[in-house]
């Protein structure tokens, strides 16, 4: 059987679905996805849990189908994103946003300017115009009480974020163009463009979620069954074990919104997400030891070889595969530990290849959910991804007794 890429399948299908396409996350899963697996149930979820919530899209779609959920993400951004982006807005807070934004474009041009986030080299980032437009932008957007109305403006400020960037962002490196100033760009080129994206956020909001969600702030490492409502299914699209960074990504507008302030802030944020190693968090894998005695032995062998790459990185990048999976395995084991008999888990994820050793992620994950408990552990091919590689995504599920 030959597997073709599917856009619908990606981030690409969310674009132009109101709320679903406020902010990318890549590499990101699509709301075609979520609904597949929803219709293929033979049950109708009582409430869903997504212990990796991203950028909110399981959330969103349940919202939308009637069905109550809560979620879990360790990254304060996005925890905040994907509550902004689920929450039920009256018709006059849609006005007001429109006001709000309307009086903004009205004053930005005399505003003081906000003090420029500590990012490295920001001058790549943005050309001197750009930078000036933001700060003043945000000086106008940070003035605002409402916190309703202020959230909105702050996801259409990251909107204009990357759209005044200079920055590129590639599956899993970001580049940058020509650092010279941009003598074209002028104030209200970058006033159009953020009157642009408010207008289509405030399009967006008249789609209402009829469900109730809630997002927390919480490692999905440890998922406790006493923590909330018991859930009987699980959709998510965990981290994939290919060492991209999410946090690395998440960088400009993590940095631009406070979240972020040093690079070891980002590090340490890293380090807590399931396989997170960039920055600071790459020289932890030397020391990490295994939490768990859930990994098939396969695997090990598989880090062995990869250990024996000749590329000075090979060691911790053996140690991170085991990490990663060792990490997913105290998560899974939490899960079974909570959900309810009966219950189905759904995870979307896709394997990987390190200095030509294949990492089965489909194989892994079933063999860890059969030893935890869950029957019926199984995996389907979704689609290839966006490369030249052995690569792809798969659906793995698994059922509680």
Known sequence: MVVKQNSQYTFKYNKKLGRHGWLRLTPAYSVKMVEHILNDLDYTPQCLFEPFSGTGTTEL???NKGISSFAYDVNPFLVWLAST???????VQILEFVE?????LSIVDGADEYAYPNIFHIERWWHKRQLS????????????????VADLLKVAFCREIIALSNAAFNHVSTSFGDSEDDSMFTFEDGKMSFASICEAIAESLKDQPVARTDVSLHNSMSVFANTFQPFDTLITSPPYPNRISYIRELRPYMYWLGYLNTPDDASN?????IGGTWGS?????????????LLPDYLFNIADNISKAENRSAGLM???????????????????????????????????NFYGNSVPSEKIYTDILSSVGFVNAKYTVVRKRN????????????KKV
């Open 85 to 91: 982006k689920t929450a039920f807005y009256t018709n």
């Open 318 to 352: 053996a140690n991170y595969v085991l990490k990663y999976f060792d990490d997913m395995a105290i998560h899974i084991q939490s899960v079974y530990n909570a959900i309810q008999p009966g219950g189905t888990v759904h995870y979307i994820v896709g394997n990987s």
């Open 100 to 104: 709000e934004y309307t009086h903004i």
């Open 387 to 398: 490369c030249n590689k052995a690569l792809f995504e798969y659906w793995i599920s698994a």
């Open 133 to 148: 437009f933001l700060a003043k932008l945000k000086t106008c957007i940070w003035s605002v009480n409402d916190k309703v």
């Open 269 to 273: 944020l890293d380090w807590n997400t």
């Open 281 to 293: 968090a790459t020289s932890k894998l030397s020391t990490w030891k295994k939490q768990t005695n």
């Open 61 to 63: 779609v349940c919202a």
